[in-house]
């Protein structure tokens, strides 16, 4: 948007205490905190502060949307957007939600009705949403992942690691994954005994923790500065399966083995998983299986060059290397009717 139009001006919403309060900053942005967090799933004192905070939030949506004056609102189903959409859709102002997982969120669900755009990562949205205003759109990615220039030379030796030794790259995410952690620690014999060398990425959650694990062919990082460079350097991936994450991987088209984690909003990362595996394009492994089945599935996916490069070949088929662009059109689109 901001290439598109120079001059235009953005508010950022999000929750008060959340990532986003301290990285929309770092970007350059303005950002406006509401009290706002989600519903408990189970018996919780939490849950009767939610009316409080949804009637919090929705007045100061509506102080922020009259002193801003919005030409058009966009959700990406967090808790904050609920208010700030469901008061510019009431005040007749154009609203866009994009869902980035496979499964609807609850507050892009409960928006659907009322915005006019939806744009989604995954085919069969309208299962959850009004088929006339689905448009498969993918996720934005990184600008650095859509043509990366460096050779897998390059990238192994920014990492220090052998041309003739397999590589899997181990991606937790930024604050980590204890249980991926966990598997990849008791498999470092295995890796070892293979002679496969890794990049695992350990989150800084667990920086002490893991740190020290690093060797020669064991590359630990608290976090990965140059994703392009990893990617390339791999030839399998081993990831958890958030949607921006799946996204990621399908656009630098490697083996993948997802590892999702089942502590999330309506399991939304198995059912990810399960959506990229079921068209052969992924391996999906389940955490309460992973002590069995990780060394053995990983084995046999090292040892057949054809089995990954069919996943290989299948999952970048699934890519959206322009799901940007494709979602500033139909904003166009809202602001020029």
Same mark, same amino acid.
């Given at each position: 948007? #901001? ?12 929750? !008060? ?7 929309? $900053?770092?970007?350059? *942005? #303005? ?24 009637? =919090? ?8 949307? =009259?002193?801003?004056? $919005? ?9 904050? =957007? ?6 510019? =859709? ?10 980035? !997982? ?10 659907? @009705? ?24 993918? !996720? $934005? ?51 070892? @005994?293979?002679?496969?060398?890794? /990049? ?5 959650? *667990?920086?002490?923790? *893991? ?47 997802? /590892? ?53 070949? !299948? ?23």
């Amino acid at each position: 948007m #901001k290439s598109r139009y120079p001059g235009s001006d953005f508010l950022f919403v999000g929750a !008060n205490d959340r990532m986003e309060m301290e990285k929309v $900053p770092q970007a350059g *942005y #303005k950002i406006e905190g509401l009290w706002i967090s989600g519903i408990q799933r189970n018996l919780s004192f939490k849950n009767l502060m939610f009316p409080f905070k949804l009637i =919090s939030s929705l007045m100061k949506s509506r102080k922020l949307i =009259s002193k801003f004056k $919005p030409d058009v609102a966009i959700g990406t189903g967090g808790y904050a =957007s609920a208010s700030v959409l469901k008061v510019a =859709s009431m005040k007749r102002i154009p609203c866009l939600i994009q869902e980035q !997982n496979s499964h609807a969120g609850i507050t892009n669900k409960w928006l659907g @009705k009322s915005v006019q755009r939806i744009c989604t990562a995954y085919d069969g949205m309208d299962k959850f949403f009004p088929k006339d205003k689905v448009v498969l759109t993918g !996720n $934005p990615v990184r600008k650095d992942l859509i043509a990366i220039k460096e050779t897998k030379a390059d990238a192994l030796d920014f990492f220090k690691l052998s041309s003739t030794k397999k590589t899997v790259l181990v991606l937790g995410g930024s604050l980590g994954a204890r249980r991926i952690n966990q598997i990849i620690e008791k498999a470092l014999p295995f890796f070892d @005994k293979e002679q496969v060398q890794v /990049i695992w990425q350990c989150g800084k959650l *667990y920086e002490d923790q *893991y740190i020290l694990k690093g060797t020669e062919t064991v590359k630990v990082h608290t976090f990965l500065n140059r994703m392009d460079l990893a990617y390339t350097a791999a030839d399998i991936i081993i990831s958890r399966a958030g949607a921006l994450s799946v996204s990621e991987v399908c656009l630098v088209g490697k083996p993948v083995m997802f /590892i999702p984690s089942p502590n999330v909003a309506e399991d939304h990362q198995t059912k990810n998983a399960l959506s990229i595996s079921e068209k052969d394009a992924a391996i999906l492994l389940r955490e309460k299986e992973a002590d069995e089945n990780f060394e053995p599935l990983l084995k046999s996916l090292l040892d057949d060059k054809e089995r990954q490069q069919k996943l290989s070949e !299948n999952i970048k088929s699934l890519a959206k290397p322009n799901a940007t662009n494709h979602i500033v059109d139909e904003i166009e689109k809202l602001l020029k009717n």
